[in-house]
Each structure stands twice: as structure tokens, then as C-alpha cells.
């Protein structure tokens, strides 16, 4: 647990998603497929995408989302952009590979002469940056920080492809992903309200395991091949096996490491892979559903994004004194991410 001598405590939380909602009729009409398959398969009414469907322009860069998402974080906590001693951003769908995005949410923002730093990760990043931004704010180096997530997952979509033919292996990533942005600003100063990190869980279990995900990033095609290969590679069904058993192990290391029993939980914020997946991990790990904060039936799955805004959904609900963990499973090469939290 937490050094009781130096907390730290976040501050404020901002999100953004880029551009209106696409609901599952619209989803279906443009890609030609069921719409029932939608709803029964994954279970999520809608997402935001920073690119038009119809046209197929982008309308916002991952930069720009993830500025408009720090902006309101550092305006919900009460400091300036000034105030901002580092940064620690994660993502799997950067602008660019160089330069690092984090760096040109820098330049939106107006920061500058302060450390950067960008993770390439995918549903566990959120935990990652919260987990070395406290560690900064812990070494007593830093005072305040910015912690950014968020992914543009349409980037490495192809509208063009013929969906009737597509097989459903693959059509669920078209159906099962969105965009969007968080960002929380962390500080380890005294009497500041907010939710005190109590711990944080960040563990590599992918040893000799075969990746779940595999997102490609292609300059020119391989050595010998004439196209490139399929960006996105899913294996679904071994996601489904496993993050439910990952989740309940989650649950498990974080009520051992800060001595709380299961009945002094108050929220639970569990992975949030599709709507229907996140009910059955609930149902797995056998936790009451009301203790549950979902948003992916409202936003897709937006990666990076995802605690920040189940987060943002805890604050409206959760009061002083309350207790919650927040559990991230990145099914890429099976990574556990996990905070518990208590409000202040």
C-alpha cells in the first residue's frame, strides 16, 4: 500500500470523443451487415470515430483528442497548465512513430521544459501511466503530472473492404472499436479531493503465451510480400476464455495487497471489452451488479481511454470515504492492470 507519509491523489479527470455517435442502424447500413449480429455478438449501442464514415476524411488526429481530453482534466482539478511537471501518455494508435503524439499534445496544450513520455500499449496503458506517474509524484521529484490515454483504433480500419464477405473473425473489430480520449492529472499535495491511489497492479503474465491481439504497423509491405498483411489480428475466442480468469485473479492481488475484503468494496470498474463480455467477467468474478461501472455500451472500446472514463462515471456516484478498484486486462501479450482507489 501507499506510503501513509506521501499519497497520491487524482485530481481531475477529462474525456473526449471525437464527433457524433454511430449507432448500431447506422453501423450496419453503411457496412452492410445485420444489425442484430451487432447487438447479440457484442452488445454495444454505440461508438465515435474520428474519421467520416461516408466520406472517409479524418476529422480529428489522436493529438487532438487526447488535448481536448487533458484540457478538461487540468481544468477539473483546480490547476493550471502551468502547474504541469511531466506528462505520461499511452496509446496504441500513435499520430505518428516519430514525433512521439504525447509530444504534440504538448504543443496544443502550451507545455514545454517538462519530461514526456509515451507507452505504446494497449487496454492496460491507462494503469501503466497512472503507475509510473505515481512513482514520479512518490520520489518527491514532481509535485503535479498529466496522465493521458487514448487511441484512434479507425486509423487501421479499411472502408473499403467487402464486408459480406468478411469473415466474423475479423468484422467484429469493425463493430467492436471506437475512439476517444482520457486524461487525469495526479499530484501528490496534501487536503486536494479526489480519488488517493491506494495501490497499483502492473504485471506481465504473457510468458510463453501466444499474443491475443497483434496490431500491425506497416511501412511497406514485408520482404517478398506484394500487399500488406490484415492490420488487426484478434483471437477472440482465446480473449473470451481468458480475461474473465484474469480479471478474478486482478480482483484477488488487489484485496490481498490492501487488506480489503470483498464486502468494503464499494465499485468495481471491470474490463470493458465489449458490453456483453464486461457482464459476463461481472458474472465471473461474482461480484454484485450494481457494484459495477461499465461505459463501453456507450463508447466501443476505446483502449486507452476506457478507466478514464469509467472513472469519470465513478466520480458522479462515489462518495468520501468509499473504496473501488478499477481492473484492465491488455489481452495483446496478457497483461493484468489493476488500481484501488478511495475517495477523498
Known amino acids: 500500500m501507499t506510503d501513509a507519509k506521501c499519497t497520491v491523489t487524482i485530481a481531475g479527470l477529462g474525456t473526449f470523443l471525437p464527433g457524433k455517435p454511430v449507432e448500431n442502424k447506422q453501423l450496419a447500413e453503411i457496412f452492410n451487415i445485420n444489425k442484430d449480429w451487432i447487438e447479440v455478438f457484442i452488445g454495444s449501442k454505440r461508438r465515435y470515430f474520428a474519421v467520416d464514415l461516408v466520406t472517409q476524411e479524418t476529422t480529428h488526429t489522436l493529438a487532438e483528442i487526447c488535448a481536448h481530453a487533458a484540457k478538461e482534466a487540468i481544468q477539473n482539478s483546480g490547476y493550471s497548465i502551468q502547474d504541469i511537471e511531466f506528462i505520461v501518455m499511452a496509446t496504441g494508435t500513435p499520430d505518428f512513430l516519430m514525433p512521439a503524439t504525447v509530444n504534440l499534445v504538448a504543443e ?109 504497423w506497416f511501412a511497406v509491405p514485408p520482404a517478398g510480400d506484394t500487399k500488406l498483411p490484415q492490420a488487426v489480428k484478434e483471437d477472440y475466442k482465446a480473449i473470451e476464455k481468458a480475461v474473465p480468469v484474469l480479471a478474478k485473479e486482478i480482483l484477488e492481488s488487489l484485496m490481498d495487497a490492501v487488506e480489503w475484503e470483498l464486502h468494503d468494496i464499494d465499485f468495481i470498474l471491470p474490463p470493458q471489452l465489449s458490453g456483453n463480455m464486461s457482464k459476463r467477467i461481472v458474472e465471473f468474478m461474482d461480484i454484485p451488479v450494481e457494484k459495477a461501472v461499465h461505459c463501453v455500451t456507450e463508447t466501443g472500446n476505446v483502449a486507452n481511454a476506457l478507466p478514464f472514463i469509467q472513472l469519470q462515471n465513478l466520480e458522479s456516484i462515489m462518495h468520501q470515504g468509499q473504496r473501488a478498484f478499477c481492473i484492465t486486462v491488455e489481452s495483446s501479450k496478457w497483461i493484468k492492470g489493476g488500481l484501488a482507489l478511495s475517495r477523498v
Open 108 to 216: 496544443k496544450l502550451g507545455i514545454n521544459l517538462v519530461p514526456t513520455y509515451q507507452l505504446q500499449s494497449g487496454c492496460s496503458g491507462a494503469v501503466q501511466c497512472l503507475d509510473v506517474a505515481q512513482q514520479f509524484l512518490l520520489s518527491g521529484s514532481y509535485k503535479v503530472g498529466l496522465v493521458i490515454g487514448g487511441d484512434i483504433c479507425s486509423r487501421f480500419a479499411d472502408f473499403n473492404r467487402d464486408f459480406n464477405n468478411m469473415p466474423s473473425g475479423e468484422l467484429v473489430n469493425y463493430v467492436l472499436f471506437g475512439d476517444g480520449a482520457g486524461a487525469a492529472v495526479l499530484t501528490s499535495e496534501e487536503n486536494k479531493t479526489g480519488f488517493t491511489i491506494e495501490y497499483v497492479l502492473n504485471q506481465l503474465t504473457g510468458l510463453d503465451k501466444e499474443p491475443g491481439q497483434i496490431l500491425n
